[in-house]
């Protein structure tokens, strides 16, 4: 589910930086979104199958975590970094993996207690229903930010491990790409660690300003990590992907060649209709 999110928003953004020529059907940015899209409702829709991750994740709490959850809640906000562990430099490895982890085990252990303090006086033949509004009318939104949390979480430790295992020369672009990762997660849900009190804003403000930075460093060498994917030049069949200011030299009205461009260049655009 993730991944096809990531999908759609990866080729709209890229679609929108590329102005008009993102239009052009020879550029395929539409074939990229459709699949996304596609993506996001094959074998269900994305949102019903985070709910399923929350669902499983619910089965893996213990009672005695949800009753120290309940404890540690009424925490006054000014305390909550230390009780959390949430202190410290967030532009660093292991704050921003605590960060993501207390935010996961937040999440969960919130609709834990909710979802038990709102079944708890239910009769048994009534737990069914009661379960269905809750999840579905009442704690939606929850229920969907504590899979997202789940989700984002694994992400960082798969990042983690691969990084490990990654050639020398490479793990240092790798941990800048994990720290944007966690940045950009961080600067989404920024103001639900604010108000939460799990998050300082001199933390706010140094993840913001380390994202920028991160952004500019690794802006200056994208061609190089788009090529760390490996794409075969065969498959570079856009001509946005190849020599675009050429491309772009000739009035190719509307993607309309003539026969000799046609034969030039074959795969940038269909034959039309006879």
Known sequence: TMVTWNNEQVATIGRERCGGQGYLSANSFGECITFSHAGLTAEGDNRVLMQKVSKELMTTVKLSEVKKFAALSRTPLALRPLVFGTTGNPTSQSVQTTLLKVREKFLLHSLS??????????????????????????????????????????????????????????????????????????????????????????????????????????????????????????????????????????????????????????????????
């Open 113 to 274: 207690l909710k979802v038990g303090l709102k079944l708890r006086n239910v009769p048994k033949e009534q737990k069914g229903e009661a379960m269905f509004q809750t999840w579905m009318m009442e704690e939606s939104d929850l229920v969907q930010h504590t899979a997202h949390a789940y989700g984002e979480r694994v992400v960082n430790d798969a990042m983690l491990q691969a990084i490990k295992s990654a050639d020398p020369d490479i793990q240092g672009v790798l941990e800048s790409l994990r720290s944007l990762y966690c940045l950009s997660r961080f600067e989404t849900w920024m103001g639900w660690y604010l108000s939460e009190g799990l998050m300082s804003p001199s933390q706010a403000q140094a993840i913001t300003k380390r994202s920028r930075e991160l952004c500019a460093e690794l802006g200056s060498q994208a061609i190089e990590l788009v090529n760390g994917f490996g794409v075969p030049e065969h498959m570079l069949r856009s001509p946005i992907a190849q020599d675009w200011v050429a491309f772009n030299e000739r009035d190719t009205q509307g993607e309309v060649l003539s026969d000799a461009e046609r034969q030039q260049y074959p795969e940038f655009v269909p034959l039309p209709p006879q």
